[in-house]
């Protein structure tokens, strides 16, 4: 990645426009419940409460969606994903990890860009609480992918070791979905 300049084929916008593929859910954080499981050696729920004692970071990044808009240093605030990594303890066999929205929507991403150093689970983006539309009331956040790999109202991450498509990743969008590689569709079955 190369922060601050634009993969080929984008165009820099000033704020992220909300994409949804259904209503926009909502819940009360206190009834929150992020789910771990799959292939991992010790499956948990993780509550509101807990994710916020665990160690907070900040990430700017740039955000690149597929239909060509990137929006340059978002800042986003909550959890790297490696602290639930290490909570749950994935196989070996692990490549990929599947993120469930609460509406529906999932998108596989591979392991290797979920433990990215820059990877999180945000609840806050700017500055302020995630806003309904951009997924509160957390959601994942993976720089080095487009955005569509960055799941909104993430309620469950599923650790897999072999492939299985999410939402768009089924509808012929790339299993990686690197912007630096113009991955945008899939070649091949
Ligand atoms: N749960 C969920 N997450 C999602 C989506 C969705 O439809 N549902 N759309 C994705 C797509 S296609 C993009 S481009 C980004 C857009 O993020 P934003 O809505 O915060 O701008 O969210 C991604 N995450
Ligand atoms: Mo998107």
Same mark, same amino acid.
């Given at each position: 990645?190369?922060?601050? @300049?634009?993969p080929v084929g984008? +165009?820099?916008?000033? #704020?992220? &426009?909300?994409? $949804?593929?259904?209503? !926009? ?21 993780? @509550?509101?409460?807990?994710?916020? +004692?665990?160690?907070q #970071?900040? &990430?700017?990044? $740039?955000?690149?969606? !597929? ?10 605030e ?7 990594v290490?909570?749950v ?9 599947? #993120? ?6 999932t998108?596989?991403?591979?392991y ?24 509160h ?7 080095s ?5 960055s ?11 072999d ?9 012929g969008?790339?299993?990686?979905g ?5 991955e945008?569709?899939?070649?091949g079955p």
């Open positions: 990645m190369v922060p601050g @300049s634009l984008q +165009r820099w916008i000033e #704020a992220p &426009v909300p994409y $949804d593929i259904g209503p !926009v859910p909502d819940v009360d954080p206190s009834r929150f419940r992020l789910h771990l499981f799959g292939a991992v050696e010790r499956p948990c729920e993780i @509550s509101w409460d807990e994710l916020l +004692r665990l160690p #970071a900040m &990430v700017e990044a $740039d955000f690149h969606c !597929v239909t060509g808009w990137s929006v340059p240093g978002v800042r986003w909550g959890v790297r994903t490696r602290e639930v290490d909570r303890r994935p196989c070996p066999d692990v490549v990929w990890v599947m #993120a469930h929205g609460r509406e529906g929507y998108t596989n991403v591979p290797v860009q979920f433990q990215d150093a820059l990877s999180l689970l945000a609840h806050r983006m700017n500055g302020v609480p995630l806003l309904p539309e951009h997924g009331p957390l959601r994942l956040v993976i720089p992918l487009y955005a569509w790999k799941a909104k109202y993430v309620v469950a991450l599923e650790f897999l070791p492939l299985r498509r999410g939402y768009w990743e089924a509808r969008y790339h299993d990686i690197d912007p630096w590689r113009g945008r569709f899939r070649k």
